[in-house]
Structure formats: C-alpha cells, structure tokens
T-cell receptor, first 112, second 115 residues
Framework: KNQVEQSPQSLIILEGKNCTLQ??????????LRWYKQDTGRGPVSLTI?????NTKSNGRYTATLDADTKQSSLHITASQLSDSASYIC???????????FGKGTKLSVKP | ETGVTQTPRHLVMGMTNKKSLKCEQH?????MYWYKQSAKKPLELMFV???????ENNSVPSRFSPECPNSSHLFLHLHTLQPEDSALYLC??????????????FGPGTRLTVT
C-alpha cells in the first residue's frame, strides 16, 4: 500500500535552534517528493520538490534530503524563526497512477 | 499570495442547507483540484479537472457536486451535508495534471462547519 509516514507528529523548539523533520514512504514507483509548509488557516505552500536523482535541495534556511534507496526524506530547518511555526507536509508523487500521496504532517511550534 | 483565491473563507451551514464554494486561479493553469483536510488526517483528493473536464472523482459522496465552467473557475456545490463533512476545503491548480510532475498551488481554503 502506498503510504507516507511523518515524524514526529508535533515538535516544539526554541527560536534560533535547528530541527529535522522525517518522512518515510512506501510509494512505488516513485516520481518525486515535495515538502510543503502550511500556516494555520492557510493553504500549503511548496518548499522543495526532488526527483529520484536529487539527494539534497535547499530553499533558504530549509534543506531537504532524499535517500531513494531507503525511501526516506528529511527537512532540516536552520536557525529557526517564530514564522517557521506551521505544519510541514511531505508529499510523494508516484504509484501506478502517478497520484500525490500526502503525509499527515508535522506541526512545528517555535517559541521565543 | 499563491494566485489561487477561495471564497468564502469560513462557512457555517445546517444539514438541510445548500451552499457553494468558489475557487479562482489567476495563473493560467489548466488543471484544478478540490481537497478535503480534516484534523489529524492527510489531505484527501476529491476531484480533478483538466481543461474543464473532470478526470478524477475519488469516491466522493453525491452531496458534493463540483462544477468547472472554465479553466480559471471551480465550484463545489454542497447540499444535505453531515457533521463529519466539517473540514478545511482546499482548492489547488497546476499547469497540467500529467504525471503529477507539475507544481500544485493551493488556495487559502474554506473552513466549513456543518451543524
């Protein structure tokens, strides 16, 4: 069954600290993997998209990694800011019909 | 802003009401989507339209009725909903649907409460 599992479910960190969010997937065949940021009461906004051949991709303080062999991805946030408080959703495109399969998200809270 | 707008942003309706959600995209995209987002659940794809034609209906109950009059507008007509239909309804658009390799841009969502 095609699934995307994210951990942790929620995370609280202090402003200025780094953190890493995890995403494991069982989607096959694999097309691409995306990380979205969703602020409370808003729609998701794309942070990165990675294909099979890409191991890492950065977007400012956000760095995503992909290990297609172990089917794992991580999103690393450096020097966190209060505005980073949001849900981060991992989405994998693939499967027999090329559908998008969404994780439940990790809710990050950055405290002053 | 992502270029995708949704109205209303909040909606409270009774189970016997009829209401409609509206989505408009200003990105020149050809594909539009409706998603349902419930608490602690992944986003659920409801409907997909490509060049105004419905290409996917993800076993959605008939009390949800989509309409796509042109590539820029998408509606979701609601009638005789149930309390478990309360959720955030998100609209998205992309240039095309093929292979899901095209980026999807989401609107801010409509927070629906069914009483």
């Amino acid at each position: 069954k095609n699934q995307v599992e994210q951990s942790p479910q929620s995370l609280i960190i202090l402003e200025g600290k780094n953190c890493t969010l995890q995403c494991n997937y069982t989607v096959s065949p694999f097309s691409n993997l995306r990380w979205y940021k969703q602020d409370t009461g808003r729609g998701p906004v794309s942070l990165t998209i990675m294909t099979f051949s890409e191991n890492t991709k950065s977007n400012g303080r956000y760095t995503a990694t992909l290990d297609a062999d172990t089917k794992q991805s991580s999103l690393h946030i450096t020097a966190s800011q209060l505005s980073d408080s949001a849900s981060y959703i991992c989405v994998v495109s693939g499967g027999s019909q090329g559908n998008l399969i969404f994780g439940k998200g990790t809710k990050l809270s950055v405290k002053p | 802003e992502t270029g995708v707008t949704q109205t209303p942003r909040h909606l409270v309706m009774g189970m016997t009401n009829k209401k409609s959600l509206k989505c408009e995209q200003h990105l020149g995209h050809n594909a539009m989507y409706w998603y349902k987002q419930s608490a602690k659940k992944p986003l659920e794809l409801m409907f997909v339209y490509n060049f105004k034609e419905q290409t996917e209906n993800n076993s959605v109950p008939s009390r949800f009725s989509p309409e796509c009059p042109n590539s820029s507008h998408l509606f979701l007509h609601l009638h005789t909903l149930q309390p478990e239909d309360s959720a955030l309804y998100l609209c998205a658009s992309s240039l095309r649907t093929s292979g899901n390799s095209y980026e999807q841009y989401f609107g801010p969502g409509t927070r629906l409460t069914v009483t």
